[in-house]
C-alpha cells in the first residue's frame, strides 16, 4: 500500500469543550480555523500543529455512530490514525483479496460538495486501532493543506 501520510490521530472524548481547552492549556494547540462542528452523530474539531500529523476530537453523539461504541467500551483515549492512500480501489481491492475486512463509505457531510471516500478497517485488524484509509485522488485541494486561511470552505 502507498501511504501519502499519516494525517491525523483519532481521539474519542467524552467531553470535546474540556479536552481543547486541556489541549490549548498543556500544548498551545486550539482548534482550526472551522473551530468545534456539530456533525449528525458527533461532535469534532481539529487541532492543527505547525508539523505532524493533525490531533482530530471527536465527541459521540449518538449511539449510531461508530465512535459511540469504542467510547461506552473504552473510555476517552486514541481511536484510530487516518491515513492518506493514492489508487483508492486498488489497495482496498488488494486488502481486501487478504482476507482483510474493509468497511467503505463516503463522507458528504464534513464539507459540503465534496464529498470523498473512506475505508475503514477494524480494530480487530488494527491492533485494536481503527485505521481510516482516505482516498487521496479526490480529497478537496483545502483538506489536502490542513487548514483553512480564513475559516471558509473554498
Known sequence: ????????????????????????????????????????????????????ARIELVQPTSDSERFYKVLKERGDGVYGLSIFIENFDEEVKKLKEKGVRVEEQTVEFLFPGHPFRLAWVPPEEGQMVWLELVDMEVLPEFEKAWEFTDGIIP
Open 1 to 52: 500500500m502507498i501511504v501519502n501520510k499519516v494525517d491525523h490521530v483519532h481521539l474519542i472524548v467524552s467531553n470535546l469543550d474540556e479536552t481543547a481547552k486541556a489541549f490549548e492549556k498543556i500544548l498551545g494547540l486550539k482548534p482550526w480555523s472551522l473551530g468545534i462542528k456539530d456533525l449528525p452523530g458527533l461532535r469534532q474539531t481539529m487541532l492543527t500543529p505547525k508539523d505532524g
